[in-house]
């Protein structure tokens, strides 16, 4: 008997029951429909998340204050007023780090921002003309502040793309008057759309005022340890990529003299965008890998279906495989015939899991969450892992079946 032969009986047998065989699909196609899906939407989330975090510049530097570990306790960066505005101006000195191109410290502060009828709750974010180059912050209509409204302490904003929209819908915001916790502001720019971003708030949804303005008429100016105007945040640009490293050590070492650190941790936290990356993407991956194994468990179930069902099949027709072995067919062609057919009902609903996939990952990438598109990878892996499946599971109830005694198959009711 060849193997078109025992494909074409597997195939009707399992059209003879159809129902029963739907059924016993079901957990392959299950099974395989969400390891496609969930590893296209963690492959979707990871390019999402590099797209990103690259958007805000490859060659920047994020200095924090805080440190992971201070002192023999977990703090997290962030968590101490440890940065100073001085402590940027000392970074932006060329003889103290000259590998560093720029320097725009940051304040945030979640403020009311009012503008006639239309009222929502933001993020101001106080910072200095170079914000716009060391974050790429290209302004769509206006302009970012200049050096000059820094220095005056002038009452300017620029606008997040999804900020002008909520305040302003269609009309135009440049010029326009806005109100920060009261104090009126004069809109003098909007940034284009950037999405999510590392390193402070979502820039979509902020307002930027100069640092000077928002330590002077809105917020105070809040002093780190040691003295000083604190800050949340000190975004540095270095000369190029290949000089980040340099960049670093350099701040590392210049911040540690500055706040008198011999032997303690660190008080700060310096991280650059391909560390925020690998992060980022490395608990991406552990969570894809760890639902999609939560899904593959569907593929085990849908497995033990075949195996229970095979082996109805082999009890059902028992005469037949009498007859069969009667008539000359030998062990390997019993063997042969029941594998195939339980390795078509694996391949069949793995063929159906993979548009099932197919078609869930589609759905995400059409509701412009992110783009989940299909990979071959994840339908190869998947089909074969299903194969592999039917195979094992198929093995048995196939090896039971040849093994049957003629004699006793032939009697049996």
Same mark, same amino acid.
């Given at each position: ?5 025992? &494909? ?109 009828? !239309? ?44 900020? !002008? ?21 004069? &809109? ?32 105070? !100016? ?62 991406? !991956? ?57 390795? &078509? ?69």
């Amino acid at each position: 008997m060849n193997i078109i032969e025992s &494909v074409r009986l597997a195939w009707r047998g399992l059209a003879a029951n159809k129902l029963r065989a739907l059924l016993t699909m079901l957990g392959i196609v299950i099974g395989v429909g969400a390891v496609i899906a969930l590893l296209s939407i963690g492959q979707g989330a990871q390019s999402a998340i590099t797209e990103q975090i690259q958007g805000i510049g490859s060659n920047i530097i994020f200095v924090l204050p805080g440190s992971l570990t201070q002192g023999g306790a977990s703090f997290g960066a962030g968590t101490l007023a440890s940065l100073t505005l001085e402590d940027a101006e000392a970074i932006a000195n060329p003889i103290n780090c000259p590998d560093v191109l720029a320097v725009a410290p940051q304040i945030n502060r979640t403020a009311q921002v009012i503008y006639r009828a !239309s009222n929502t709750t933001s993020t101001v974010v106080g910072t200095t003309p170079e914000f716009a180059m060391v974050r790429q912050a290209v302004a769509s209509d206006g302009s970012f502040f200049s050096a000059q409204e820094y220095l005056s302490v002038a009452r300017v904003a620029v606008l997040g793309a999804q900020l !002008s929209k909520d305040l302003f819908d269609q009309e135009s915001p440049i010029g326009q008057t806005i109100r920060i916790n009261r104090v009126p502001f004069r &809109v003098i720019g909007v940034l284009e759309e950037r999405g999510g971003g590392g390193g402070g708030p979502t820039p979509d949804s902020s307002v930027f005022v100069p640092l000077t303005t928002a330590g002077a008429r809105l917020f105070g !100016s809040a002093t780190a340890r040691g003295g000083g105007q604190a800050v949340a945040l000190i975004n540095v640009s270095a000369l190029s990529e290949a000089r980040i490293d340099a960049a670093v050590d350099q701040i590392v070492e210049l911040l540690r003299s500055r706040h008198r650190i011999e032997y303690q941790d660190d008080d700060f936290t310096v991280t650059g965008q391909s560390d925020i990356l690998g992060v980022l993407n490395q608990v991406t !991956s552990i969570l894809t890998v760890f639902l999609t194994a939560i899904a593959a468990i569907s593929l085990l179930v849908g497995g033990i279906g075949i195996m229970n069902i095979m082996l109805v099949s082999v009890t059902e027709r028992t005469r037949e495989i009498g007859i069969r072995k009667a008539v000359g067919a030998k062990r390997q062609d019993i063997l042969l015939q029941f594998l195939i057919e339980a390795m &078509v009902l694996s391949i069949f609903g793995g063929l159906i899991g993979v548009g099932f996939g197919g078609a869930v990952a589609a759905l995400v990438t059409a509701t412009g969450i992110l783009n989940a598109g299909l990979s071959l990878q994840a339908v190869a892996l998947a089909v074969s892992f299903s194969l592999a499946v039917g195979l094992f599971f198929g093995l048995y109830p196939a090896t039971r079946a040849a093994s049957l005694n003629p004699i006793d198959a032939l009697r049996y009711e």
